[in-house]
């Protein structure tokens, strides 16, 4: 199997990324003391009130988090949008920057890493007048708009804006649970060499379409899938061998 032992190397020379989470509320909402709308809420949020995250993912919805008075509870998350600040440039990857998200601009969301979301049948939003289809068949919405803010904040030019040569990308797949916010997507080429192997979004979707086969399957947990693929997408993909499958 082919590795970047060179880009691993150089890794092991650097320091580590601290990743901080915050959030700011967007939309009034209530915090609530744990998450649902059963108990009486313990405060209401205006737009601009800033919580830390105590967990990085969400709860059947809800962010659990802190007020800036101290107290804790839960928000809904859709009235929140969460923010990552990184400490530090450096990052443990086996491959060069080019190959990864830039992470202050794209961290990777998941909207759930719940087996049971992930592998049940759904009869809701089906695409293409469907009575039943999968969760993501059901959860693909990526506006328009969307995908132009995508390639504006990854400086793509106009002439590459196109399924030949490059996609906005799901860095966390939509079928293992992935978001479709902002924070979740990212323009990724079809042609991104490192080290005479591409790395291009083709290849990615191999690993793509490996996970949600693996979870489908009951072989492999979402939270591990998710924490595997947004430390190290191209380590993932190397691991599992995929680089030697044509």
Same mark, same amino acid.
């Given at each position: 199997?082919?590795?970047?032992?060179?880009?691993?190397?150089?890794?092991?020379?650097?320091?580590?990324?601290?990743?901080?989470?915050?959030?700011?509320?967007?939309?009034?909402?209530?915090?609530?003391?744990?998450?649902?709308?059963?108990?009486?809420? &313990?405060?209401?949020?205006?737009?601009?009130?800033?919580?830390?995250?105590?967990?990085?993912?969400?709860?059947?919805?809800?962010?659990?988090?802190?007020?800036?008075?101290?107290?804790?509870?839960?928000?809904?998350?859709?009235?929140?949008?969460?923010?990552?600040?990184?400490?530090?440039?450096?990052?443990?990857?086996?491959?060069?920057?080019?190959?990864?998200?830039?992470?202050?601009?794209?961290?990777? &969301?998941?909207?759930?890493?719940?087996?049971?979301?992930?592998?049940?049948?759904?009869?809701?939003?089906?695409?293409?007048?469907?009575?039943?289809?999968?969760?993501?068949?059901? *959860?693909?919405?990526?506006?328009?708009?969307?995908?132009? *803010?995508?390639?504006?904040?990854?400086?793509?030019?106009?002439?590459?804006?196109?399924?030949?040569?490059?996609?906005?990308?799901?860095?966390?797949? &939509?079928?293992?649970?992935?978001?479709?916010?902002?924070?979740?997507?990212?323009?990724?080429?079809?042609?991104?060499?490192?080290?005479?192997?591409?790395?291009?979004?083709?290849?990615?979707?191999?690993?793509?379409?490996?996970?949600?086969?693996?979870?489908?399957?009951?072989? &492999?947990?979402?939270?591990?899938?998710?924490?595997?693929?947004?430390?190290?997408?191209?380590?993932?993909?190397?691991?599992?061998?995929?680089?030697?499958?044509?």
């Amino acid at each position: 199997m082919k590795r970047l032992l060179g880009f691993l190397f150089v890794s092991l020379l650097f320091g580590s990324v601290a990743v901080g989470q915050t959030a700011v509320v967007t939309h009034d909402v209530n915090l609530r003391p744990d998450p649902s709308t059963n108990g009486v809420p &313990l405060a209401k949020l205006a737009p601009g009130a800033k919580l830390e995250l105590l967990e990085s993912q969400p709860t059947k919805g809800f962010l659990h988090v802190k007020a800036e008075d101290g107290t804790e509870g839960w928000v809904w998350r859709n009235n929140v949008k969460t923010q990552t600040t990184v400490a530090a440039a450096t990052v443990h990857h086996v491959g060069p920057a080019s190959l990864y998200p830039d992470p202050n601009k794209t961290t990777g &969301l998941a909207d759930t890493l719940s087996s049971d979301d992930l592998t049940r049948t759904y009869t809701e939003h089906c695409p293409s007048h469907k009575t039943t289809c999968t969760y993501s068949q059901a *959860h693909r919405n990526v506006p328009s708009a969307e995908h132009k *803010h995508v390639y504006d904040e990854y400086n793509v030019p106009p002439s590459k804006r196109n399924k030949i040569d490059g996609e906005v990308d799901h860095f966390y797949p &939509l079928c293992a649970g992935g978001s479709n916010k902002i924070e979740n997507l990212w323009y990724q080429p079809a042609i991104n060499m490192s080290n005479g192997e591409n790395f291009g979004f083709h290849e990615k979707d191999k690993l793509e379409t490996y996970i949600c086969v693996q979870i489908t399957n009951g072989k &492999l947990d979402p939270k591990e899938a998710f924490d595997r693929m947004t430390q190290d997408w191209v380590k993932f993909y190397q691991d599992e061998g995929l680089d030697d499958v044509n």
